[in-house]
C-alpha cells in the first residue's frame, strides 16, 4: 500500500525543489548532532511550525528508523492505530514502513491495531516526513496514531514500542507529532504551554497527562507525547532539552489568538562524577536538610584541592551560584558537597531551591586553578582565564566564558562591584582557568 500525500500544497509545497529550499532555509546544517532517544516536533503549515521542527531534528544524530506517534485529528479508523507494511509517498520520494519492526511491534501490543483509514486523511505523520528525508532520503518509518484513551494505555504502549525495539534490536529515534496550545492569546498560551513544557522536560507524562487536562491544554498530542517519555524512560532517557519554542504569531503577528510550538529532544545523559556528587549534594539537603558525607571511594579529580564553584540553571536562566577562591576542604569533593548546598539555599539573589524545582535544575562544577598574579591586563582573555580584582581585604572573583561578558574590561567591572571596589581605588589582578564539568 502506498499511501498518498494529503496535505502537499497545503502545509508545505508540492514541489520537490521548492519544498527542498524552504526546509533549507529552516534547518541548521551545522548544528552538533546528539543521540537522542526521542523527540518532539510540531505539526502545521512549515509557515508557522516549520521553523520550530526545523531546529529541533537538526539536533537529531539520525538512526535508520523513526517510530513516530501522531494525534488522530479526523476520527477516522481505529483509535490506537499503526500501519506495518506500505510506503508513505512525499514530494521528496517514499518512505518505506520498517516492516519487521512494526510487524514484530504488532505481535506484542495489546492495544494498537492495524489500520489504514487512521493515517489516510491524517497530516500529523506526514508532515515530518519532508524533514526527515532532507537528512537522510533512505529514512524508515514505523506509523502509530492514539486517539482516544486512558493515561494507563498510553503508557503501555510506550513501554511495549519500547520492548519492541529491545527485541529486535533495532537502532531507532522516537518521535511525537504534537503542537501545543490552540488559538488563545499569546501570553495565555505561551503560560499553559510552560505548564506542559515543565512536565515533559521532567519526563513526567503522568503529571503532563494531569497538566493538560486540569487546566484545560489544547495540546493536540499529549497521547503520543505520554506514550513517546513511557518509552524513552524504558530505553534509559534521563533528561529532555527544549530546543525552540515560538507561537504562530512570530509569523503571522497576530498574537490575539495564537498555536504554540516546541521542540524537545529526549536523551540519556551520563553525568561526570563531580556533577553527579553536586546533584546528590542539592537534593539530599533540599529533601531532608542533611549534607552528604563524600564518597568512600573518590575518583582522582575529587581527591586534589582546590576552589569550587557549582553553578545551578533552571530552564535555561541561572539560579544559584557559590564557589571558594582557593580549597577550604579537605579535597574536592567535600569542596563540591559545601558549595552545591550553598548555591541552592545561600546564594543572596534568590530564594532557596524548593523541592518541585529539583527535577528542572542543570548543574556545573568548575574547578579552579590557583590565582596567579599578573600585571595589567595584557595576556588576559575573558574566554580563556577567570578573574580575581583584590583591594586589601575586597575580593570579587569572575568565572571565565561567560555569556555576555567579552572584554577583560567587562570582567574588571563587574568583580569590583561584586567587591564593592570603587573605579578609583587601586587594584592587584589575579588570573585563574578552570576545568568545567556539565
Keep these: 500500500m502506498s499511501r498518498q500525500p494529503v496535505v502537499a500544497g497545503q502545509f508545505y509545497p508540492a514541489s520537490a525543489s521548492q519544498l527542498r529550499v524552504m526546509i533549507e532555509k529552516m534547518v541548521d546544517d551545522t548544528a552538533e548532532k ?13 509557515v508557522y511550525s516549520g521553523p520550530v521542527a526545523g531546529a529541533v531534528i537538526s539536533r537529531v544524530k539520525f538512526k535508520d528508523t523513526f517510530i513516530i506517534l501522531g494525534p488522530n485529528h479526523t476520527g477516522r479508523g481505529k483509535p490506537l492505530s499503526i500501519m506495518t507494511q506500505g510506503k508513505w509517498q512525499t514530494p521528496l520520494g517514499d518512505v518505506e514502513i520498517d516492516a519487521e519492526l512494526a510487524q514484530h511491534l504488532m505481535s506484542i501490543t495489546h492495544h494498537l491495531q492495524e489500520d489504514v483509514a487512521a493515517h489516510q486523511f491524517e497530516h500529523s505523520i506526514e508532515v515530518q516526513l519532508p524533514f526527515l528525508q532532507y537528512f537522510k532520503p533512505d529514512i524508515k518509518i514505523v506509523p502509530i496514531t492514539l486517539s482516544f484513551a486512558g493515561i494507563d494505555v498510553y503508557k503501555e504502549i510506550g513501554k511495549e514500542i519500547a520492548r519492541a525495539t529491545s527485541d529486535t534490536g533495532r537502532e531507532v529515534v522516537l518521535m511525537a507529532s504534537s503542537d501545543m496550545t490552540h488559538y488563545e492569546p499569546q501570553d495565555t498560551a505561551e503560560k499553559k504551554d510552560r505548564q506542559a513544557i515543565d512536565a515533559i522536560l521532567r519526563l513526567d507524562e503522568d503529571e503532563l497527562f494531569r497538566r493538560v487536562e486540569e487546566q484545560n491544554i489544547t495540546m493536540c498530542g499529549v497521547a503520543p507525547v505520554a ?13 529532555a532539552e527544549l530546543v525552540k519554542y515560538q507561537t504562530s504569531g ?3 503577528g497576530d498574537y490575539s489568538a495564537v498555536v504554540g510550538y516546541a521542540g524537545i ?7 561526570h562524577p563531580l556533577v553527579q556528587l553536586a546533584k546528590n549534594s542539592v537534593e539530599t539537603y533540599v529533601n531532608t536538610g542533611e549534607v552528604i558525607a563524600p564518597p568512600e571511594e573518590l575518583t582522582p579529580e575529587m581527591k586534589q584541592k582546590a576552589g569550587v564553584f557549582v553553578s545551578l540553571h533552571r530552564f535555561g536562566e541561572l539560579r544559584g551560584c557559590i564557589g571558594t577562591f582557593e580549597p577550604t576542604q579537605p579535597n574536592v569533593a567535600g569542596e563540591i558537597i559545601s558549595n552545591a548546598v550553598s548555591s541552592a539555599t545561600r546564594d ?3 530564594p532557596p531551591v524548593a523541592p518541585e524545582e529539583l527535577a ?3 548543574y556545573s562544577v568548575d574547578v579552579l586553578t590557583a590565582p596567579k598574579p599578573v600585571k595589567g591586563k595584557k595576556g588576559l582573555d575573558p574566554k580563556k582565564y577567570g578573574i580575581i580584582v583584590e583591594c586589601g581585604f575586597r575580593r570579587g572573583l569572575l568565572l571565565p566564558d561567560l555569556e555576555g561578558v567579552d572584554t577583560v574590561d567587562e570582567q574588571i567591572d563587574i568583580c569590583r562591584m561584586k ?13 585563574f582557568e578552570v576545568k568545567r564539568y556539565k
Excluded: C
Design 360 to 362: 528542572d535544575l542543570e
Design 34 to 46: 546528539e543521540d537522542v532517544i526521542g523527540l518532539v516536533s510540531p505539526h502545521a503549515g512549515y
Design 419 to 431: 567587591a564593592s571596589i570603587d573605579s578609583s581605588e587601586p587594584i592587584k589582578l589575579y588570573q
Design 348 to 350: 543572596p539573589r534568590f
Design 227 to 239: 506514550s513517546l517519555i513511557a518509552a524513552a524512560k524504558e530505553l534509559g532517557a534521563t533528561s
Design 250 to 252: 512570530d509569523t503571522s
Design 265 to 271: 529532544i529526549i536523551k540519556a545523559i551520563a553525568r
